[in-house]
């Protein structure tokens, strides 16, 4: 038995390979239904953020108890439509590329921001400008689950 070299391997010709051209690709349904489902999504995450955004701007001119429960019940239905329509915010775990295991853990760090900013708003000493800070944070990281 004799092994063929690198070399000398024979490939078909071109015309012969038109089958998995990419145009072919474009055309299929699998590709069709793949592409509806990764738009679909950002019609609903546009309005739940700007229902974030709004509440932001009511909890920052009037910082009490009420605007706070309204600003993190935007943030909770924005974080429960992201998680339930995305693999990676279930804690998936990936290797990058040096071989080490990274961890998503972006919702964590959106309860942890969430926390801080509800013992702002109960000391009732907090500066608008640190509000405004918090409040930025949280939507930073509303968009990294975003995009």
Not at 30 to 35: A, D, G, S, V, W
Request: charged letters at 30%; proline letters at 4%.
């Amino acid at each position: 038995m004799r092994i063929k070299g690198v070399g000398q391997e024979v490939h078909p010709p071109l015309g012969e390979r038109s089958e998995f051209a990419p145009e072919s690709l474009h055309q299929s349904n699998f590709h069709q239904i793949l592409k509806d489902a990764g738009e679909r999504p950002a019609a609903g995450w546009d309005q739940l953020l700007s229902q974030v955004d709004k509440a932001a701007k009511k909890l920052v001119t009037q910082p009490s108890m009420e605007t706070l429960r309204s600003y993190r019940a935007a943030v909770r239905d924005f974080l429960k439509e992201a998680i339930s329509g995305s693999y990676r915010m279930k804690g998936e775990s990936r290797w990058d590329r040096r071989g080490n295991r990274r961890i998503f853990c972006v919702v964590q760090k959106v309860n942890q921001a969430l926390e801080e900013l509800t013992a702002a708003v109960l000391q009732k000493n907090a500066k608008p400008m640190e509000l405004m800070a918090k409040v930025d944070e949280i939507r930073g990281l509303l968009v990294d689950l975003y995009f």
